[in-house]
């Protein structure tokens, strides 16, 4: 029984919420590395991407409550989900054109795009806060558990609950489909494998006809899909706060980073390496310990690596040992 | 200086004035003050991307980290906690820390193979359970010492002018630490780790209470200038005051911030003499031929990465001693109000808008960009109220007049835009 009840804290409270994060991690990555793999350059403005795009999203999905417009059992913030999309595709298509298209005809050097995102993010920052201001927003409706604790010790006999939110579902079950439905577009139509070359090679690409500008332009609606995707699941696990959103652009990084920048398949196994590492490094082992060491071995103390508050540096720490040993990443990115 | 840049540095300047003759010179001298602290960042960053192409995005961690610095050199020493148990253990601890880690990286350069990773993770994980086990019983103690006011390990009680190199030093340690990670890779790597410095050294310093007392900041460091009760306490300063015919309360504050401004002010020339120096010498063109053609200064044998990591460290400590100095014109040190728009992105824009590669430009913008940043959310607040004059009262003006205050960075980030697409070397450009 002292087994089964390790698992189940296990699962409660590293397991489930890890994967969670990972999955929002990585999406938030593989528009970042998809950005890199084929406009070349670090996109700072990603954090705050995500954040205008669920703005758009809550004001979204605000108006269709208003409306007395429901999804059931399922978040309303999923029927907003696309109109948001749409709204945050045309700002960074807008964007593209009015910012970023002139460095690129110049050939400018990458750290000069880098601060040039800099600048977009200090514009996105500020439009964020003033569509949707600085408060911390919860935007969830519908059924708040797939498995409740408390049902699920009754169903069980076991002392340990489990927890399973219906947002943590959607978000492991939306994770899947996106991310098959990104690899399939990058593997099998041919506007994916024009990205795919054009990532790999530029010139090559370019002489065999590809359009840059067409794939610059899908790029970025992939990016910026990704991204309000990202945010939206991940506010409605936690919460909408805008600053938060440009903290997560740490351990999106280095996600990226540590699956190799420009590579789709690293980002997610970035992702998912860094949220297990965060939420290993900063959970109290304490209860789980105690279910499975005998008696005498039991720790007395919370059993806790390092404090909550510390979970950035956990990233930072896996991201400083990847660029030390290797800086091309686990999956062998596009460069050093 | 040409024509041209001194009618700029004119410009500037009469904008100050006119605050003065409008507003009050109290506010005057303030902007004056922050612009003069503000130059000094601008000038290191300057160092760091306008003679290096170095892009560091973690200003703000520097900044927080030099603020430090008066906390432990100024402040009064709590000598309660420093027994076996409480701050000398805290302190063996940390060497203890520091010794595991220089273990590991000797480790690293004298083993190969399945050995060395073996012998790598058995030291790091065995060492950072032996740091913890000697830590927290010793944050324990000095943590529990009168929580209400201290709960730290308080400073060594020296003058606070001293904090200001020393705050300079300990941001060149931890750029040192940067530098030697991400430098040598591609620059958009030293950024993304300059980010993460940056947070982690936040996170630090608001969550290790023994240190500086984390969120429940630290108040009344020592100045170096009188305190202004006193001033109007002395009666030769009234009657001197009098003799200007003016209000003691007004003429002690403002004598104050002329004093913190003769501060600043000195260090600022000092550092713009030493850049200037350092620019037109042998070594400031080496700098600026690496930053244009890495591989060629490579070819006639520069050691790249070496002089990378030497003006990362120089340009980092600067930002280090304007931390200290801020956090000495303040008298407090509240790590809650460090925030990376405010400490790196707005020293970024006053950098590109002064003009990068330039020190004279890197101090106009900083004084420039301070007086907007300060006078565009009045600005904006008016602005809205005449927008929404004629709007009847409801949620929407109410948001509309609260966001108002939001409008700066938005003014700020269209304001870089601008002069990167259609000026890309800034007001005073580089020659």
């Known amino acids: ?336 | 200086m040409t024509l041209r840049n001194t009618l700029l540095f004119a410009f500037v300047a009469a904008l100050i004035v006119i605050e003065g003759m409008t507003a009050s010179w109290n506010t005057a001298l303030g902007i004056l003050n922050m612009g003069l602290i503000s130059a000094i960042l601008a000038l290191g960053v300057n160092m760091q991307w306008g003679y290096a192409g170095l892009f560091n995005v973690g200003i703000m961690g520097f900044v927080a980290l030099g603020g430090l610095a008066p906390v432990l050199i100024a402040t009064p020493p709590v000598t309660e906690v420093w027994t076996a148990g409480g701050a000398f253990r805290l302190l063996f601890a940390l060497l203890v820390g520091v010794g595991v880690i220089a273990l590991a990286i000797v480790l690293n350069r004298r083993l190969a193979g399945r050995t060395r990773i073996a012998a790598l993770i058995v030291t790091l994980i065995g060492g950072f359970f032996l740091f913890r086990a000697l830590l927290d019983p010793a944050v324990e103690v000095v943590e529990a010492f009168r929580p209400a006011t201290h709960s730290n390990l308080g400073g060594l009680g020296l003058p606070v002018l001293l904090a200001w190199p020393v705050g300079g030093l300990l941001a060149a340690g931890a750029a040192w630490l940067v530098g030697k990670t991400a430098l040598g890779l591609r620059s958009d790597y030293l950024a993304i780790a300059t980010l993460g410095i940056a947070e982690i050294i936040l996170a630090v310093m608001k969550n290790e209470d023994w240190l500086a007392r984390g969120v429940k900041n630290v108040i009344s460091i020592p100045r170096p200038v009188p305190y202004e009760v006193d001033l109007q306490a002395s009666a030769a300063f009234t009657d001197w005051a009098a003799g200007f015919g003016a209000d003691p309360v007004t003429a002690s504050t403002i004598v104050v911030k002329l004093l913190y401004a003769g501060l600043f002010a000195a260090i600022l020339l000092l550092l713009i003499w030493a850049s200037e120096l350092a620019l037109k010498s042998p070594w400031g063109r080496m700098m600026r031929a690496i930053r244009d053609n890495e591989t060629a200064a490579e070819a006639m044998g520069k050691d790249v990465t070496r002089r990378h990591l030497q003006i990362f460290i120089l340009g980092s400590a600067i930002c280090g001693l304007a931390g200290a100095m801020i956090v000495t014109l303040d008298s407090q040190l509240t790590p809650g109000t460090y925030n990376p728009l405010r400490f790196t992105f707005l020293i970024w824009v006053m950098v590109i808008v002064g003009g990068s590669g330039n020190n004279w430009g890197a101090v106009l913008g900083g004084f420039l960009i301070w007086y907007l940043w300060i006078k565009v959310e009045p600005w904006g607040h008016a602005l809205m109220g005449f927008i929404t004059a004629g709007m009847s009262d409801g949620p929407l003006k109410t948001h509309l007049l609260d966001s108002a205050a939001h409008m700066r960075l938005m003014t700020l980030g269209a304001v870089m835009l601008l002069v990167l697409r259609f000026s890309p070397r800034g007001l005073i450009p580089e020659r």
Do not use: C
């Not at chain 1, 420009?262 to 209860?287: D, H, M, Q, R």
């Open chain 1, 1 to 336: 029984m002292d087994f089964l009840n390790a698992i189940v804290a296990l699962l409660n409270f590293v397991v489930i919420p890890a994967t969670a994060y990972g999955a929002q991690l990585a999406l938030g990555a593989l528009g970042v590395t998809l950005i890199y793999g084929i406009l070349r350059f670090s996109n700072f403005a990603h954090g705050d991407t995500m954040a205008l795009g669920t703005g758009f999203v809550i004001l979204f999905t605000w108006w269709f409550q208003s409306m007395g417009l429901h999804f059931g059992p399922l978040p309303t913030a999923l029927i907003a989900l696309p109109f948001g999309i749409v709204v945050t595709i045309l700002f960074v298509l807008g964007t593209d054109r009015a910012v970023y298209r002139f460095y690129r005809q110049q050939k400018a050097a990458p750290v000069i795009l880098v601060i040039v995102s800099m600048g977009v993010m200090f514009i996105m920052n500020g439009l964020t806060r003033f569509v949707i201001g600085v408060e911390e927003i919860r935007f969830d409706d519908g059924a708040r558990f797939v498995i409740n604790a408390g049902a699920f010790k009754a169903a069980t006999g076991l002392a340990e609950g489990l927890a399973f939110k219906s947002t943590q579902a959607l978000t492991i079950l939306t994770a899947v489909v996106v991310v098959a439905a990104l690899f399939l577009f990058l593997n099998r139509t041919r506007t994916g494998k024009s990205m795919r070359a054009f990532s790999d090679n530029e010139d090559l690409a370019l002489l065999s006809g590809i359009n840059p500008e067409k794939v610059v332009a899908v790029t970025w609606m992939i990016s910026a899909g990704l991204a309000v995707i990202a945010g939206t699941l991940y506010g409605l696990d936690k919460s909408f706060k805008a600053f938060n959103y440009f903290q997560l652009l740490l351990p999106i990084f280095a996600s990226a980073i540590v699956g190799g920048l420009g590579n789709p398949l690293g980002a997610i196994a970035g992702g998912f390496l860094i949220a297990f590492s965060e939420v290993g490094f900063t959970y109290a082992w304490k209860k789980v310990a105690t279910y499975v060491l005998p008696e005498s071995l039991a720790p007395e103390g919370l059993a806790q690596l390092l404090s909550t508050d510390y979970k950035f540096a956990v990233s930072f720490a896996i991201l400083i040992v990847v660029l030390l040993f290797k800086p091309t990443g686990l999956f062998r990115g596009k460069s050093v």
